[in-house]
């Protein structure tokens, strides 16, 4: 487990899992879902947790290998994203728009 990003582990490593694309059609369709199946309080955190990765000062590299092996991450974000801050401020949008 993430010390540092204890929810945001949760949601990456359990939302976008290996088998992701079995069960959605897309990773919007994912965040989606989280926002759906999460507690307010889970939400608030996750969304704490992606601003202070995003204000990081990591490379993209960095990212990287931080997303996908320290993480758990298995979305590929470079397919549809220029860069992971990009795709990580999208997220954290969504959630921030997320009016339930």
């Known amino acids: 487990m993430n010390q ?3 929810e945001l582990q ?3 490593a359990g939302y976008f899992n290996q088998d992701w694309v079995d069960d959605h059609k897309s990773a919007d369709e ?3 879902y989280f926002i759906s199946d ?3 309080e889970t939400k608030t955190i ?3 947790e992606l601003e ?3 204000s990081t000062e ?3 590299q960095e990212l990287e290998d931080f997303l996908f092996s320290e993480m758990g991450c298995y979305y590929y974000y470079l397919n549809e994203w220029s860069d992971g ?16």
């Open 30 to 32: 994912v965040i989606n």
């Open 4 to 6: 540092d990003y204890p």
């Open 10 to 12: 949760q949601f990456l």
């Open 58 to 60: 990591k490379t993209e």
């Open 85 to 100: 801050k990009t795709w990580l401020k999208h997220v954290a949008l969504v959630l921030s728009n997320d009016e339930t």
């Open 38 to 40: 999460s507690s307010e």
């Open 46 to 48: 996750v969304q704490r």
């Open 52 to 54: 202070r990765l995003i």
